[in-house]
């Protein structure tokens, strides 16, 4: 994966910090060790790239997480939707940022192999691609915990992993979950509540 600088993306610009996360001061050296930054101890672009694969590997083995990424496993992938192999890249771009405390005011655009054939993909905002799912608090929050023990199986500190989820909590959650359901438990899709409010 490489970052190919800032993508021109949607239009809803002004939700583009809360859309993608602001890197605050994350990663400064020495906030959970003193072996440099976050980012150098997640391995550089290279190490969280792996990192993210993990992560998601991690998250299709849970059956209640992977009813929500029935898109990404049909054959094909439907038109508008995202392929694992983008959403890693886009996932680890936003990864980097945040880990070397930078703002991360829109989506990366990211190079990803397809079979031998690079090609470039610019990301979404996470407010355009997660609300449609109706993700329900309970679902992120049992999503958190398997990214969470795929990173500690990798070796990733306790502090490093508490850094990274919460900066995802206080940026980005609220762009992820879908707001009705912020206090519904975990559901496979389309959930209970969804199901209730249309589907959606
Ligand atoms: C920890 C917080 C999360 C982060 C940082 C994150 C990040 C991402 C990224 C970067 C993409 C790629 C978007 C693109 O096409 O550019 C994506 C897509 C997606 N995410 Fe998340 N995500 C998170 C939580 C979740 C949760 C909790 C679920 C469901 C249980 C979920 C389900 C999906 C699905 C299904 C897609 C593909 C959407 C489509 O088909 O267009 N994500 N996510």
Redesign the pocket.
Known sequence: MALLGAAACSSNHDKSVGGIGSGGDVGTAGSCSDAGTLYSRLGGDTGIQALVDAMTAAELADEE?KS??F??LATPVPAG??TIA??NA??AG?ISVISQGLPANS?PTVSVDQGGTVVSYA??F?HI??PP?S?SGG??DR??TI?SEALANASVSPCDIATIFGT?NST?RQN?VYGPLQDAGAQPYPGDAGADLGGQ
């Open positions: 997480i929500y990424f898109n990404q939707h995202c983008e959403m886009c996932f936003y989506p990301c979404k996470f691609v997660h799912l993700i679902t992120f999503y958190v990214a995802i980005s992820i």
